[in-house]
């Protein structure tokens, strides 16, 4: 993917006309590529947000990417909390869940964390876990009535099972390859509190203690995706819009009186030429642009949740693809070259058959039996479409 457009400058274009080369005023080049031709333009990109374009890609495909970004890519959070000492007026679940949703610093957590079901251990250990402990007791000095407790007071404590402190008279350590990457990839800062130690960045509120109360408590954090528990998200939102000026019509805008006045424009309007009046509506027009502004909790650099975004769907996409291939017999068709010599995706042989793959019924009839004799959809008495066996 790139940001560049392959039609004539619009830097140079007049103001007038810009919208209609493909960009805007300001000489900004507006990817307007086909569907087989994916362009990704970048207006702004900081650690904590972006703002970009995306075309030449179907509808389905732009809301893949967001919900991928927002839901698939990994980070880590407290998972488990251990209390040895409560005498806080906050119950122990509500400073659970507190915990929990505090963003803890995830760079590198792909390859830097195993996933606990991928680990061998019992319990959690270095290579799956990151273990924080809390212990805050307040005394009232200084004629204070209450502590604030925040994120800052978490601190990093080290995990079982990792790997011991190298002899240099002693031989190797004994790791395996598995091990050595998540070492050579684990991020120093793995599992500190977002903003922790960083001037101007405020903590997060935990609770509040009187004089004589403490907490006591120790933190295990698991690598995850938001798909399970929206405390893993990266991303704390992904705007997504299409169609500004609504010409597709794909939406209706209740009013009063003024529709403009009372639905203004977004932003993205500029980008895109405005609706004629005098022309027909074309009912078999699609969007082309998909305009992204995605924020950061700060656990990921938000560059690294697109780039991620990007490979997951691309990998999902081709687990698909060769879960096809392996039930439509592509994998033998490859090996022998094909009937012509040819290598690729080759499409079943649908004729004669219904649309499971079984016999195609009779003139007249539906076919299948679903008596005592077994189903006909699929194979016979499989139950079940061939992709699905």
Known sequence: MNGYYNGPSTSSAPAAGAAQAGGVPGGIDVPLGQTNQPRLLVRNLNNQETNFHLSGVELAYANSLRRVMLADVPTIA????????????IPDEMLAHRLGLVPLISRGVAKGLRYTRDCECDEGCYYCMVTLKLKVTFRGADGEKFMRVTSDMLEISPSPGGPAAQNPYGPPQDLTDDDRQIMNNRDPELGVPVGKGQPGVPPILLAKMGQGQEIDLVCKAYKGIAKHHAKWSPLSTVAFEYDPHNKLRHTTHWF?????????????AIFETPPDPSEPFDYKAVPSTFYYTAESVNSIPVRSVVEQGLDLLIENLAGVILAV???????????????NGDVGVVEPDFSGMDGYGAP???????GGSFGAGGGQWGEAGSGMSPLRR
């Open 78 to 89: 407290i998972d488990q909390v251990l209390f040895l000492q409560n005498t806080t007026p």
């Open 325 to 339: 291939q392996k039930e439509t017999g592509v994998d033998e068709d490859e090996e022998d070259g094909g009937e």
């Open 256 to 268: 009063e009186t003024d529709e403009r006045a009372e639905w203004p424009l977004s932003s993205n």
């Open 360 to 366: 195609a019924p009779p003139q007249g009839g539906y």
